[in-house]
């Protein structure tokens, strides 16, 4: 089984500039987050989809980040325009939706570290 | 809100000994979970061990273990017989316990962990 896949890994971009970043969860978790790692900080929520409504997305941290998931499946997280402090890792996770309301183990993907000159 | 603080910025440990990382919490929910994810160098995270709060027993998962002190909202991660693969960043993470609270996790700034052959 694929886990979650994340493109690209590495994306370096000038202040100003746009940058979308994509995130493949595992087939048939309909659970998707977006986290953020800024230098040396704690991992930070941004946003979770369950298909492809935003269940929350109270972390996300200003209007020029939107994301998407059209279709339930995969996910694109654009910045527009980027800002110095939006460098970080970027990680994606999903999950499958439990029944009983349990928490359910999110898997996440590799991440991707953008960097903004 | 809950934060996750873990106050060991880096450990070292020789190979074969054990190994202990901190992780407090601050809550004022009764039930919760708590996990402990490792990320390998260029390599994804992946979940370690879990505890469920209204489990008064520690979990366990092979040489990896916890101590959960919920009194002390203490949750230490302790590994026994380090191994050279052991070697990781390790995030402590807090969650919610229903979904209808939200599937967030938050997580601590991480720990280093180096293994010394």
């Known amino acids: 089984e694929a886990g979650v896949t994340q493109f690209p890994s590495h994306s370096v971009i000038e202040k100003g500039q746009t940058v979308t970043l994509r995130c493949d969860p595992i087939s048939g978790h309909d659970n998707l987050y977006w986290y953020r790692r800024v230098m040396g900080k704690e991992i930070k929520f941004l946003l979770h989809f369950v298909k492809e409504s935003k269940q929350d997305e109270s972390g996300m941290p200003n209007n020029r980040f939107l994301a998407e998931r059209t279709g339930g499946t995969y996910s694109t997280l654009k910045v527009q325009p980027a800002e110095l402090e939006d460098s970080g890792v970027y990680f994606c996770a999903s999950s499958q939706v439990r029944e009983d309301n349990r928490a359910e183990e999110q898997y996440f993907g590799p991440g991707t570290r953008l960097t903004v000159t | 809100a809950q934060t996750v603080t873990q106050s060991q910025p880096e450990m070292s440990v020789q190979e074969a000994e054990t190994v202990t990382l901190s992780c407090t919490y601050d809550t004022s929910e009764s039930d919760y979970y708590l996990f402990w994810y490792k990320q390998p160098p260029s390599r994804q995270m992946i979940l370690v061990i879990r505890?469920?709060?209204?489990?008064?027993q520690n979990a366990t998962e092979n040489r990896f273990s916890v101590n959960f002190q919920k009194a002390a909202k203490s949750f230490s991660l302790k590994i026994s017989d380090s191994q050279l693969g052991d070697a990781a960043m390790y995030f402590c993470a807090y969650r919610r316990f229903l979904m209808e609270y939200g599937n967030k996790l938050v997580f601590g700034a991480g720990t280093i962990l180096r293994v010394k052959s």
């Open positions: 505890q469920e709060a209204y489990k008064q």
